[in-house]
């Protein structure tokens, strides 16, 4: 079982950039596709991006891949999300999730999920 922790989120202007964290521990962290999630209020879990074990392969949502990227560094246990451009349409809690199996845009298809980190974007 592995567990996660987000950070990284916070307040920005409308054209700023963040970079979200996932801190990783209490299993094999190369064991895991690795996702990110947002889900802004009122709205569904929407999938961001995932990353396979060992950061050869990443997914990202049409919508978002030109301004977020997706990354790992498996030896910090450590997951990232880089953003730019940020749109107050990019306001939402964003989510780390780890899969034991093969990785999907499904959320439900995930096996461990963060706390969430706020990212607020204000126009």
């Known amino acids: 079982q592995v567990h996660l922790v987000e950070s990284g989120g916070g307040l920005v202007q409308a054209g700023g950039s963040l970079t979200l964290s996932c801190a990783a521990s209490g299993g094999t962290f190369t064991s895991y596709v690795m996702g990110w999630f947002r889900q802004a209020p009122g709205k569904e879990r929407e999938f961001v991006a995932a990353?396979?074990?060992?950061?050869?392969?990443?997914y990202h949502a049409d919508s978002l891949k030109d301004r977020f990227r997706i990354s790992r560094v498996n030896t910090k246990n450590t997951l990232y999300l880089q953003m730019i451009s940020l749109k107050p349409e990019d306001t939402a809690v964003y989510y780390c999730?780890?899969?034991?199996?093969?990785?999907?845009?499904?959320?439900?298809?995930?096996?461990?999920w963060g706390q969430g980190t706020q990212v607020t974007v204000s126009s």
């Open positions: 999730a780890a899969d034991k199996s093969d990785g999907s845009i499904r959320w439900d298809d995930y096996d461990y």
């Open positions: 990353i396979n074990w060992s950061g050869d392969n990443k």
